[in-house]
């Protein structure tokens, strides 16, 4: 791993949390939570950052660095502790901030569950679709602008995953579907806005050493922040990105895989 390299990228991340949580705090972004008193505001607020710089900008700083995540060093339970966290925090903010009622918590409230959930199909296709071209023209571009350069490699942990059983492998949909969407689009948007939210989404991916997917993952980040802006409501996100990641994992990896031996 290049030291110099993570630490330019850890400051630059922890830059990035600290303005969007400051300039949240400014418009009193927060204010919604409602927290009994000023230390709990304040305890909730620390946890925030501390699982921003933990769990989003220090993987991102260490893959983009050389040294993403190895396959050798992970259990198949491993893949979801990020995941976990992300619940926890969720549960301590909910319970410091006075138990708000949850479906307003989770941004899930709606008269219409189905035809929001229905909606998350088409949009996880468009996702898909503007994703590709979105990659294929950035491939494109830095082949013309550095022709001799070396091609991308595909980080290990892609075939670790789809080796996985498929029993992991759909938990692992129904996991990222549910609890990244429940922090950085359900609990994060709100408070930090779409961009921020968008950024740090696609920031978290950043442990797979990668920087040509985190074009598609931006474009994926994107899509589902105007969809939560649009409908007010996380589950077409829940269900976009849950197709989004299986059609990913099912369909596209094992024949890039196939094709690539």
């Known amino acids: ?8 990228l ?9 303005g969007f949580v400051l300039r949240a705090i400014r418009r009193r972004r927060f204010d919604s939570d409602a927290f009994p008193s000023d230390s709990r505001k304040t305890v909730a607020l620390g946890l ?9 900008v220090a993987p991102f700083a260490s893959g983009l660095s050389g040294r993403p995540a190895e396959p050798r060093d992970l259990s198949p339970l491993s893949a979801f502790a990020l995941h976990a966290v992300f619940f926890l925090f969720l549960v301590i903010w909910y319970l410091l901030s006075g138990r708000p ?16 959930l229905a909606a998350g199909f088409p949009i996880a296709a468009f996702a898909w679709g503007v994703s590709l071209c ?3 023209a950035i491939q494109w571009i830095a082949s013309l602008l550095a022709p001799a350069a070396p091609k991308p490699q595909i980080s290990p942990l892609i075939p670790w995953i789809a080796a996985l059983p498929l029993g992991f492998k759909v938990a692992i949909v129904v996991s990222a579907m549910i609890f990244e969407e429940a922090f950085f689009r359900s609990f994060l948007q709100p408070r930090i806005g779409a961009v921020g939210a968008t950024i740090f989404f696609t920031i978290a991916h950043g442990v797979y050493g990668n920087p040509g997917m985190l074009v598609g993952i931006f474009i994926l980040s994107s ?3 105007v969809t939560f802006e649009l ?5 077409p996100g829940v269900v976009a990105h849950g197709a989004f990641d299986a059609f990913e ?13």
């Open 134 to 136: 979105g990659m294929v």
């Open 48 to 56: 925030l950052v501390a699982v921003l710089l933990l769990c989003v």
């Open 249 to 261: 994992l099912f369909v596209l990896i094992p024949f890039a895989l196939r094709f690539v031996g």
């Open 101 to 116: 009622p949850l479906t307003d918590f989770l941004q899930i409230r709606t008269r219409r569950p189905v035809r929001l």
């Open 1 to 8: 791993m290049n030291s110099a390299v993570f630490l330019t």
């Open 231 to 235: 409908y007010r409501n996380a589950l």
């Open 223 to 225: 899509v589902l922040a």
């Open 10 to 18: 850890f400051i630059t991340g922890a830059a990035l949390v600290g």
